[in-house]
T-cell receptor, first 114, second 113 residues
């Protein structure tokens, strides 16, 4: 799983501020995903992308935005509209557009409010 | 949408004993069932997965069983070791709607020495 890099590892957001989390993969995977993990909870899907220049909302997309301009990169922006952004954010990728392929995760970004 | 229930939330077993974690799902069209292991503060790691055309799959001390009729699948860990201590998540892909996985809430497995 060393092929998926998330940065930064820790991030702090001020009130009214947008922040962007980086996710880069060198696995040549078509599909990429963003999940949010809250303490004691499972992972919940925010956004996913099956191909460059295309992405779809997941179960909890409100207050978030993404882009997929390059195959290797899938950044997530947490906007000021997301009122409870404190969580552990995980990026994942899978080899093909077929969604039932194994997903491999990055090390995550922990976002907190100042 | 898909609903995944995972039990128990915490499981404590003696080292060397077996551990079983069970998940149930709601969508009968679900066709892919992975299990992830997550150590504290680290990424989830895929440990085993099963597809709907298979009833059981084994990999050394780990096995997964799937009962499509009852819509449940289970993770079995035999001869548990201290390094098995972690949070384990089941997940389900159902194919309809969002093309991501729906995760259970996790089981904290504690291996007692």
């Amino acid at each position: 799983d060393g092929g998926i890099t998330q940065s930064p590892k820790y991030l702090f957001r001020k009130e009214g501020q947008n922040v962007t989390l980086s996710c880069e993969q060198n696995l040549n995977h078509d599909a990429m995903y963003w999940y949010r993990q809250d303490p004691g909870q499972g992972l919940r899907l925010i956004y996913y992308s099956q191909i460059v220049n295309d992405f779809q909302k997941g179960d909890i997309a409100e207050g978030y935005s993404v882009s997929r301009e390059k195959k290797e990169s899938f950044p997530l922006t947490v906007t000021s509209a997301q009122k409870n952004p404190t969580a552990f954010y995980l990026c994942a990728s899978s080899i093909s557009r077929a969604p039932n392929q194994p997903q491999h995760f990055g090390d995550g970004t922990r976002l907190s409010i100042l | 949408g898909e609903n995944v229930e995972q039990h128990p939330s915490t499981l404590s077993v003696q080292e060397g004993d077996s551990a079983v974690i069970k998940c149930t799902y709601s969508d009968s069209a679900s066709n892919y069932f992975p299990w992830y292991k997550q150590e504290l503060g680290k990424r989830p790691q895929l440990i085993i997965d099963i597809r709907s055309n298979v009833g059981e799959k084994k990999d050394q001390r780990i096995a997964v069983t799937l009962n499509k009729t009852a819509k449940h699948f289970s993770l079995h860990i035999t001869e548990t070791q201290p390094e098995d201590s972690a949070v384990y998540f089941c997940a389900v892909y159902s194919g309809g709607g969002a093309d991501g996985l729906t995760f259970g809430k996790g089981t904290h497995l504690i291996i007692q020495p």
